[in-house]
């Protein structure tokens, strides 16, 4: 990514937002989700941790669209060892994580997809997964499943500190748009703001 093109910049204001909107709190795990499929979820999240760690932070970008993976693809690796193998206590955090070209920014890839995704996600060995990437990370960006096609960004609402919702302009509708936000906020989710993509046609 040109770190000086509109797009970076965009997201730079975003990043800064994030910051600002903590009321003096530090949001330190943040979930980015969407109504639906290809929204912008992951080119949001991804856009994101390379903005903070671009400001110096060390960042911890985890792929938990274990049902539809795609940070490996960018990021040219493989989707395991990542997060299910984790949650199947096959390996460590420590061990499973990846160093990307970008400096600071660290990547957790999705794992081999796996049956029961929503109980993994839903569970103690995740709780205690995101309480330890973030005592060793400044940020932890969690490219999250759609919320309203399955409930597996809703088992994570209240394990994190915050939720971007992405939306993406000409796609999402209003009904889908407050759908996925009342389906977060009665999971308890925080959430801080929404994205609005727009993709050039
Ligand atoms: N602002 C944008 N401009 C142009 N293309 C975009 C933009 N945002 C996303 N795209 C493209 O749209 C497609 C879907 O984007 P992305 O994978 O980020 O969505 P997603 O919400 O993560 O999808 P999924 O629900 O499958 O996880 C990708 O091909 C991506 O490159
Ligand atoms: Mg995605």
Redesign the pocket.
């Known amino acids: 990514m040109n770190p000086s093109n509109p ?1 970076a910049e965009q997201y730079r204001t975003i990043r800064n937002n994030i910051q600002f909107a903590a009321d003096g709190r530090t949001l330190r795990s943040l979930i980015v989700t ?1 109504p ?9 999240a991804i856009n994101l941790a390379v903005s903070m760690a671009q400001r110096g932070e060390k960042v911890l970008l985890i792929d938990i ?1 274990i049902r ?1 993976p ?1 940070l490996h693809k960018i990021f040219n690796s493989q989707t395991s060892p990542g997060l299910s193998n984790v949650l199947a206590n096959q390996l460590s955090l420590v061990e499973a994580i990846q160093l990307t070209e970008v400096e600071g920014l660290e990547l957790l890839t999705s794992g081999l997809r796996q049956q029961n995704t929503t109980d993994l996600l839903d569970s103690k060995v995740m709780k205690e997964l995101i309480e330890l990437a973030e005592s060793r990370y400044d940020r932890v960006v969690m ?1 999250c ?2 919320v309203l096609t399955a409930p597996d960004t809703n088992v994570l609402a209240n394990k994190c500190d915050g939720v971007v919702l ?1 939306l993406s302009s000409g796609k999402s509708t209003h009904v889908e748009a407050l759908e996925a936000k009342q389906a977060l906020a009665f999971a308890g989710a925080n959430i801080i703001g929404a994205l609005l ?4 046609r």
């Open positions: 797009i969407s639906a499929e290809g929204d912008g979820k992951s080119t949001a669209n539809n795609m490219d499943p759609p992405v993509n727009k993709k050039k």
